[in-house]
């Protein structure tokens, strides 16, 4: 046989021998455990990948668990995933097992993004984790710091107005006001200052978020080590995280330099960038921080707060403008509450009883991660009378069991009104509803990213009404959902804003 011959005869025997190889691997991994939850039968190398070709994660683990129940056990790729859709099983992931449980996978494509995982929402559980998130809570996202940043929100809000009102009677992208007066709340709050690399931040936060979903081929075949070099070699990936490190380094280098300025009698800054340089300069933490950790911080403040608030806010009006009834019903009341100011402000906020409804059945119908975040088991573990091994991955599907019918009555149906005299919350107690996740690892930004959807809604329903471009009516909005770890419309929602004009 001629030498060209013989290659591609060579490269298909070992393409087998490799993948007889990675087979028995996973079956011997899988075939650990024998008292596994059930599961769709799986194929030899991709395990149940086929089944997610072409479909949006949290749907098709939805229709899997009607048919294998609420505990089920997939895989995809090489790696094993337990998925839970039942509120029980919830409480005994995030509550009853939320330490052995309380590890996240680190996923190959999140390693470089975070610094070798030095944010919060990567860090193995431990005490470094522990110290970051008790900084933030303590510097940006507890009540008593959000409530201080109430004149950054009603001063953005002012400009939001302002934008959408000088564009008054055209077509605009609300998706794109928003994201972008989101990100400027959340950067003048951590960082004191319209952050000038907003514009390039925009435009990496989706694709960063994509990444920390753990489902790039290097993730789901961690054994094969050519898949990560592969994925780190990406012009695209290098870029991303060139880009990022760029702008972080900045952010920080003006933050030194502002700190080197002589203050005389003059208070100083006390953002978050400024209080974890502090921390570092003054070596008084347990585990000292370095550049590095402080930059991986300020990352996850910009992904963590950057989209999944502005996506409530658009799903939260395309649900309102499908459904005029609520949408008039919202209005009339923020109208009637702030008819006398004239504008919005946040003392009066409170008083908005059913926008506060509108937000819970929003975050029930549309949770922006309906995953949550995948946890990984530290230890064998015991989940409704299962034995899940160390080392696999959870995945809590909040999407399912905020529509679960034995949950929610009429679960397919918008309708803030069922939660009038209901005592449930978001705030991690009750499993039917965790669009915030719950226990050890649970969103630390609720308080933050509430006042900001609140505020953004009540402005917007206060000084507009609102119409669907080329004469749509409510039937023509396309609802479809796209899934990259955060669900999003597929279509940006475009809107004709038409000014309303209180009568003195
Ligand atoms: C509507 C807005 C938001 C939603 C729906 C949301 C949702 C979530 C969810 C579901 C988790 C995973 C919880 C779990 O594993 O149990 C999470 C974690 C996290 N979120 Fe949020 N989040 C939002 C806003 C924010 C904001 C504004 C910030 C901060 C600036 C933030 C920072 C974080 C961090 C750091 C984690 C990781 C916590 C950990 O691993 O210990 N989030 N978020």
Redesign the pocket.
């Given at each position: 046989m001629e030498n060209q011959d013989l290659f591609p005869f060579l490269l298909t025997f070992l393409f087998i021998v490799i993948a007889y190889m990675l087979w028995r691997k996973s079956r011997s991994s899988s075939d650990n455990s024998s008292n596994l939850p059930p599961g769709p039968w799986k194929f030899p190398l991709i395990g149940n990948l086929n089944l997610f070709v072409g479909t949006v994660a949290h749907h098709r683990f939805s229709d899997l668990a009607k048919k294998f129940g609420p505990i089920m056990h997939l895989q995809l790729g090489q790696v094993p995933y337990i998925v839970i859709s039942s509120p029980e099983a919830a409480r005994e992931v995030?509550k009853v097992n939320d330490l052995s449980l309380a590890d996240?996978p680190q996923f190959h494509s999140a390693k470089f993004i975070t610094y070798n995982f030095k944010?919060?929402?990567?860090?193995s559980y431990g005490d470094y984790?522990r110290q970051l998130?008790k900084i933030?809570m303590l510097e940006?996202?507890s009540q008593r710091r959000v409530q201080s940043f109430r004149s950054i929100r009603e001063e953005e809000m002012r400009n939001v107005v302002g934008d959408i009102t000088s564009k008054a009677g055209s077509v605009i992208n609300l998706r794109e006001i928003l994201f972008s007066s989101g990100l400027a709340i959340?950067s003048r709050a951590?960082f004191g200052g319209i952050c000038k690399h907003r514009e390039e931040f925009k435009h990496l936060i989706p694709e960063i978020v994509t990444a920390f979903g753990g489902l790039s081929v290097a993730d789901l075949f961690p054994s094969i080590k050519l898949f990560q070099m592969i994925l780190e070699m990406r012009p695209k990936f290098k870029k991303m995280h060139q880009k990022l490190d760029e702008i972080l380094e900045n952010i920080i280098m003006e933050h030194r330099a502002e700190k080197a300025i002589e203050r005389t009698g003059e208070a100083e800054p006390d953002d978050l960038v400024y209080v974890l340089l502090n921390l570092q300069d003054n070596g008084e933490l347990e585990l000292p921080l370095t550049t590095t950790n402080i930059k991986a911080i300020i990352l996850?403040?910009?992904?963590?707060?950057g989209e999944?608030?502005s996506?409530?806010i658009e799903w939260a009006m395309s649900e309102m403008l499908k459904n005029p009834r609520i949408m008039e019903k919202a209005q009339a009341e923020v109208r009637h509450v702030f008819a006398s100011k004239g504008y919005v402000e946040e003392a009066g906020i409170h008083e908005l009883k059913y926008l506060s409804l509108v937000m819970k059945e929003t975050?029930r119908f549309h949770?922006?991660?309906p995953l949550?975040?995948?946890?990984e088991s530290r230890e064998p573990v015991k989940i409704s009378g299962y034995e899940i091994p160390a080392k696999y991955r959870v995945i809590?599907n909040?999407w399912a069991i905020g529509r679960d019918p034995q949950c929610w009555p009429e679960a397919e149906t918008f309708c803030p009104e069922r939660f009038l005299d209901c005592a449930i919350d978001y705030k991690?107690l009750n499993f039917e509803f965790?669009?915030?996740?719950?226990?050890?690892?649970?969103?630390?930004?609720?308080s933050?990213?509430?006042a900001?959807?609140e505020i953004t809604l009540a402005n917007l329903l206060f000084h507009f009404d609102w119409k669907l471009p080329g004469g749509k009516t409510p039937e023509d909005l396309d609802m479809t959902e796209v899934f990259s770890n955060v669900a999003r419309r597929k279509d940006e929602l475009c809107l004709v804003p038409i000014p309303y004009h209180p009568t003195p």
């Open positions: 995030m996240r944010d919060i929402a990567f860090s984790w998130k933030c940006l996202l959340m951590a996850d403040v910009f992904t963590g707060g999944s608030s996506t409530i975050l949770p922006s991660l949550l975040v995948p946890r809590v909040a991690g965790t669009p915030f996740g719950s226990g050890r690892r649970m969103c630390p930004g609720i933050f990213s509430m900001t959807i």
